[in-house]
């Protein structure tokens, strides 16, 4: 039988695929929240942040139309989206019929 160390639980988590997932999502519900904060209100609940991929923004919406209507203002709402989040650099907005 081998005699193997303790190891430290802060250690195995810390490099633990969890713990990536978790920061993930962390980063992911930050970036929701400022969006919320800069695009138009008359959208609130209709769409949120899915992902942040090579400095572009995925945004899932409820419908075609929401997606349409943003897809209309999409030029100033990048603009104000940089101005917090400079890292940005492209929008997409993606239907997905699940999201209510």
């Given at each position: 039988m081998k005699n193997s160390?303790?190891?430290?639980?802060?250690d195995i988590l810390?490099?633990?695929?969890?713990?990536?997932?978790?920061?993930?999502?962390?980063?992911?519900?930050?970036?929701n929240q400022k969006v919320q904060k800069i695009l138009p209100e008359s959208f609130r609940g209709?769409?949120?942040?899915a992902n942040l991929v090579d400095n572009q923004l995925i945004i899932n919406v409820q419908s075609a139309t929401?997606?349409?209507?943003?897809?209309?203002?999409q030029a100033r709402l990048l603009e104000q989206i940089q101005a917090d989040l400079p890292e940005v650099i492209r929008l997409e907005f993606k239907v997905n019929p699940s999201f209510k």
């Open positions: 160390a303790p190891k430290n639980i802060n810390q490099n633990s695929t969890l713990t990536r997932i978790v920061e993930k999502a962390n980063v992911i519900n930050d970036l209709l769409y949120r942040v929401v997606r349409q209507g943003l897809i209309l203002q």
